[in-house]
């Protein structure tokens, strides 16, 4: 198999039309994607609603002031320079007339395409209540974490100038919904910060005495990890000083305070790591693209949609399975369905058969404060605590590395990391 | 005469009371002024809305996406935290009760102090028209800067998925409105970005083809430097492409064009850099204390006010003199005043006599695009063009070093100046 890529590539002469491919979301899944097209007799157009590409995986860095939101987001436009055959546009796209082949963008702008890969990913769910976003707001952009990140670092300007008692406890109450590895990670950050980041430059409160609480409605924390690697996160979280309680279902979320059956936590930071819910994209494919409870596309084992051969859907917006397995949510999902469904493209314009997707477990990691972490390989190699933090720094370096300067990476973003999130902490929209 | 500073000091035993000291702002004024309490028996606290420090010379540079926020600002308790004497709080001073001696919070709390420092500074001004401000945002902090940089590259965004040519001329139209430096920082930073930072990530716009207008009211740019100066400025906009305007008064901005007279200039994105006024906590010491027009505090030679000896006004709140010359609005004239200031507290404290302000003028500099600048040291000492560029580099690496880590700015501030604003290229708060 002769790959288009290592073809030499003239830009497109006048008249000639190259086969236009749209990428619908620049995540890990649109922007793997897009690359692959580098150097092919291609069209591309890659939309997003946001300018750049976030780094999720160190979103809640973000979210704790460890890291300054320009340390783990790029533009998107930037990111793609080198491939003239493709072009950026920000914007919300509403909806995709399969049909007519053409997505229509908010201001009605038509964006036809010859093949199209939805890449749309997926937002924070509040179940039955949507009224929950504006008390405890969820993590999934940098816009996201900015807000978080004002709340948490307003909690302990407000308590700093608070002279009720209960209401000072209130403000260094930080309540965190969802055990999984957003909940965990968000968790264990805040203890390290208030403690050691914040602590000498308050005079009227310890912000050691901050109380952070991790609710998860099922049995354990991290159920996506082994249970003796979650035990682990479990025990390390506990010594930071977190307050993990699992079976414990929210049953109610308010401007001051949590509610956990009877219980009524006092809190004035509530955060939202609980559920996904996908695009609404994909719903909107219509009646032949079957859809789960939470609105990912079913895809076939090649990543097309039934009916739709030319309609892909990757990453988090997608329902995909390898060996009976379902691929997970993370970043690795939506790198490498991103890049099979955009191989599987060019099969196509070549006249090729398509590969079905296999996803390929490279192993799962979580960090629990700044120095400790789990990590799980696969074929029971399972690594917890130290160790496990250095290989998931080494790791998050390696790929944040791939889609920036690798030297001003290391030299920066170690240095950010390491300085405790000095010009990170600023609060800002606050009017 | 023995410094304060150079005794050896104990904290406050239980029931010893210092002198307590108010200071209201943490800008330049601010900031040095509570230096100076460093080490002396006193009991400091400041009072700022925001919780960071801005080095507001270099906010052009957030404003046009070449530094990031976090380059430029760091948290005001972070920079204080060696002082156990001072605290800070995060708060709106709604007005100060010198009766009482109390500063009044917007929560209500009650600030009281024996010595209050008054360093409020300014806030843009659009004179009679409030109603242009949502369309001309002004640049006074980092939340202007980051409003300033989304309009900016959301320009260009959305000119990338115009088809209409007078919309998209519209929308890569930029007219600047105030010919004074700030407004000379954004009209020669912007050309310099859409051309060289911008241009190779656009595929349907030429970024280069933005337009750049710079309105000024009166007869020349740039009023408060000496007339080569500023007509070396203007040579040198006029070389980046800037159209410069002077005579030309604004008489309306509305949300598509601004008009001068009977013309009618179409432009999406207007920024306002043409007048300050100061902050209204001045009009509020009470009717023995004169402010001017702008309702800034005509202060004694010592600083003080009219009747008050223990309230005391610095920087761009004050209007100040030295040997009959008014001294400027600009970051030197805050940083010797707010320490002139703090020295006449402790002179007071020690009960010796006050001594007068003298500002001491180290010279005044403007940069015109990436790498030009001139710069004004008295005596006749001009310079201009690139040697001017570097000198101001210097400078600016040298002030910015003192109130962060040394080599910790060369590295990361220098890296992100000659990277060309990569990360710092993010619109957020989109939405």
Redesign the interface.
């Known amino acids: 198999m002769t790959s288009v890529a290592q073809q030499s590539v003239t830009p497109a002469a006048g008249g000639v039309q190259f086969p236009r491919v749209l990428i619908i979301g620049a995540g890990f899944g649109g922007l793997y994607a897009a690359r692959v097209f580098r150097d092919t007799l291609t069209q591309v157009t890659v939309v997003d609603?946001?300018?750049?590409h976030t780094f999720q995986p160190l979103l809640y860095q973000v979210a704790t002031a460890v890291l300054?939101?320009?340390?783990i987001?790029?533009?998107i436009?930037?990111l793609l320079?080198k491939q003239?055959n493709?072009?950026?546009?920000?914007?919300e796209v509403e909806r995709v007339d399969p049909d007519r082949r053409v997505a229509i963008?908010d201001?009605g702008?038509e964006l036809p395409y010859d093949y199209l890969i939805l890449a749309a990913g997926a937002r924070h769910s509040y179940f039955a209540h949507p009224e929950w976003e504006a008390v405890a707001p969820g993590l999934k952009s940098?816009?996201d974490a900015?807000e978080i990140r004002r709340r948490f670092?307003?909690a302990f300007?407000?308590a700093?100038?608070e002279?009720d008692p209960a209401a000072r406890e209130a403000l260094l109450t930080f309540v965190i919904i969802g055990g999984g590895p957003t909940g965990v990670e968000l968790a264990g950050m805040l203890p390290t910060i208030a403690r050691h980041t914040l602590r000498?430059?308050?005079?009227?409160i310890d912000t050691a005495s901050a109380r952070v609480i991790l609710l998860e409605g099922g049995p354990r924390i991290l159920p996506t990890f082994p249970e003796d690697l979650a035990a682990h996160a479990e025990r390390d979280l506990r010594e930071l000083g977190v307050d993990v309680r699992t079976r414990s279902m929210v049953t109610s979320v308010e401007p001051n305070a949590v509610c956990v059956g009877d219980e009524r936590i006092v809190a004035r930071t509530v955060l939202w790591a609980a559920g996904n819910t996908a695009s609404p994209l994909g719903r909107l494919l219509g009646p032949s693209v079957p859809v789960d409870r939470a609105g990912r596309v079913i895809v076939n084992s090649d990543l097309s949609v039934p009916d739709r051969p030319e309609i892909f859907v990757v990453g988090d917006l997608a329902v995909m399975s390898t060996d009976g397995k379902p691929v997970p949510g993370v970043a690795q999902g939506a790198i490498q369905s991103g890049r099979a469904a955009a191989r599987n493209v060019l099969h196509s314009i070549r006249g090729e058969g398509r590969a079905d997707f296999r996803y390929w477990n490279k192993g799962d990691m979580a960090t629990i404060g700044r120095y400790k972490a789990i990590g799980d390989f696969g074929h029971g190699i399972h690594v917890a605590g130290h160790p496990a933090w250095w290989f998931w720094l080494f790791l998050h370096i390696l790929y944040l590395a791939g889609f920036?300067?690798r030297l001003?990476v290391l030299?920066?973003w170690g240095?950010?990391f390491f300085?405790y999130g000095?010009?990170?902490?600023?609060?800002?929209?606050?009017?």
């Open positions: 609603r946001s300018n750049h300054a939101p320009s340390d987001a790029a533009p436009r930037w320079r003239p493709t072009e950026v546009l920000m914007g963008l201001n702008t940098i816009d900015i670092l307003k300007e407000d700093e100038r002279s000498g430059d308050f005079r009227r920036r300067n001003s030299i920066e240095y950010a300085r000095l010009g990170a902490r600023l609060i800002t929209r606050n009017r």
